[in-house]
């Protein structure tokens, strides 16, 4: 096809057309990659993941340069925490959980300052947003509805953590008939045995569940086009 775009990617090439792929930044939230977030009351090592920040601004401009469907994701929960199961809520021993306050509002509860996407990566007023009680971005939203209304066939999926929400994502995703595309250095981890596994696993067996490149890749591909 005339519009096909290609990209050298694991395990072979994948193709994509712009008018009908979106950019996928996932739960890039200050709770999650700033001190003090909840992140790090989980015992983690934020700064693992603000590694993605500055390759993720490339492309996210060189996107949006093109012209392309650009969607954020948020996890988080309604402040009376109604949508938060109590075995998410009672999970592990971390110095603050969901809905406890800390040193951006609220720990993961929407409208607080911790919740919302970083300054380096904010949304422009026409890229939507949507907010997720879950790990996937399709579990309990409208993602999917709006997706199928754009006519959004390939997804290059971004953001962190790459073993949870993007993995969960893509698993979801997959299942609903759409190509990933996950861009290596643009997903992170606070592990780093997750993160080359992680990425291992969706690149799997001809492509399990998607395709795994470099930035650099892709955004070779869009500069190609142009």
């Not at 990209?7 to 009908?20: M, N």
């Not at 977030?37 to 996210?60: H, K, S, W």
């Not at 060189?62 to 996890?75: D, L, Q």
Request: proline share 6%.
């Amino acid at each position: 096809m005339a519009d096909q775009l290609l990209v050298e990617a694991d395990p072979y090439t994948y193709g994509f057309d712009p008018a009908h792929t979106a950019l996928l930044v996932i739960d890039m939230q200050r709770d999650f990659v700033e001190p003090g977030g909840f992140g790090e009351t989980l015992g983690n090592d934020v700064t693992m993941l603000r590694q993605v920040i500055a390759p993720l601004r490339e492309v996210l401009t060189a996107t949006r340069n093109a012209g392309m469907t650009v969607i954020h994701t948020r996890e988080g929960h309604l402040p009376d925490l109604s949508d938060c199961p109590p075995a998410k809520l009672r999970r592990g021993a971390p110095s603050l959980r969901i809905g406890d306050p800390g040193p951006k509002g609220r720990i993961l509860v929407r409208g607080e300052y911790g919740h919302d996407i970083i300054d380096e990566l904010a949304p422009t007023g026409d890229e939507l947003v949507i907010d997720k009680p879950g790990k996937g971005a399709f579990y309990a939203t409208d993602l999917d509805r709006v997706l199928r209304d754009k006519d959004v066939r390939s997804l290059i999926v971004t953001g962190v953590t790459t073993e949870v929400c993007v993995h969960t994502t893509v698993r979801e995703a997959n299942d609903r008939g759409y190509e990933c595309l996950v861009l290596s250095d643009c997903v992170g981890s606070y592990f780093p045995e997750f993160q080359r596994h992680g990425l291992q696993m969706i690149a799997a067996q001809g492509g399990i569940f998607g395709w795994v490149a470099p930035s650099g890749h892709y955004l070779k591909a869009l500069e190609a086009r142009s």
